[in-house]
């Protein structure tokens, strides 16, 4: 089973260009999430989606970053314009369904720098 | 959805058992308990899950307190590969959300 995809693996900007970061799930999962991890500290969910709606995006920072699931199955994050403290690996992660007994599979990150 | 509580790191000797904890003192009663690792420059990697009762698969052994306020991932015979940073997280209905704090880094040491 093909896991969760994530690109690309690393991308170095200067502040205030913008990026896009694109995530695949696995086949058939209708819950995406992406997640913000800053270095030495866990993961921290940004929007939560199920299918193509937004479930969760209580602590995406709207003003700079949006994320779209169009058609309920790949996603891309954006951000516009860049902060140095924009600095991070963006997780991509999805599971099967909206329920508490399944478990997220994530992807290998996008490791974002910016300068 | 509860706050957890991980030692930020521990040493574990390479064949024997690492016993990681977790306390989860305000987890309500349809909340499950979830760990995943993070080996250096991955994403993170499910392990296992429960509600009230020990789980058990090929990874890992989960025990949960009979209130439920902790529990302690078992690795029976830890190798160089298990050295990640462990994370513990309870998840609950109408958020669905894994929340992560800083885990516990696991070193296993030959």
């Known amino acids: 089973e093909a896991g969760v995809a994530q690109s690309p693996r690393y991308k170095i900007i200067e502040k205030r260009q913008s990026v896009a970061f694109w995530c695949n799930p696995i086949?058939?999962?209708?819950?995406l999430y992406w997640y913000q991890q800053i270095l030495g500290q866990g993961p921290k969910l940004l929007i939560q989606?199920?299918?193509?709606?937004?479930?969760?995006d209580s602590q995406l920072p709207k003003d700079r970053f949006s994320a779209e699931r169009l058609k309920g199955v790949d996603s891309t994050l954006k951000i516009q314009p860049a902060k140095l403290e924009d600095s991070a690996v963006y997780l991509c992660?999805?599971?099967?369904?909206?329920?508490?007994?399944?478990?997220?599979?994530f992807g290998q990150g996008t490791r974002l720098t910016v300068v | 959805d509860a706050k957890t509580t991980q030692p930020p790191s521990m040493d574990c000797a390479e064949g024997r058992a690492a016993n990681l904890p977790c306390n989860h003192s305000?987890?309500?009663?349809?909340?499950?308990v979830y760990w995943y690792r993070q080996i250096h420059s991955q994403g993170p990697q499910y392990i296992i899950h429960?509600?009230?009762n020990n789980e058990t698969n090929e990874m890992a052994s989960l025990i949960i307190t009979e209130d439920r306020k902790s529990s302690t991932l078992i690795l029976p015979h830890a190798t160089l590969r298990d050295t990640a940073v462990y994370y513990c997280t309870a998840a609950g209905a109408g958020s669905y959300q894994l929340t992560f704090g800083k885990g516990t880094k696991l070193s296993v040491i030959p």
């Open positions: 989606f199920q299918n193509n709606g937004v479930v969760d």
């Open positions: 086949s058939g999962h209708a819950t």
């Open positions: 429960g509600l009230k």
């Open positions: 992660a999805s599971s099967f369904q909206l329920t508490l007994n399944t478990e997220a599979f």
């Open positions: 305000t987890i309500s009663g349809n909340e499950y």
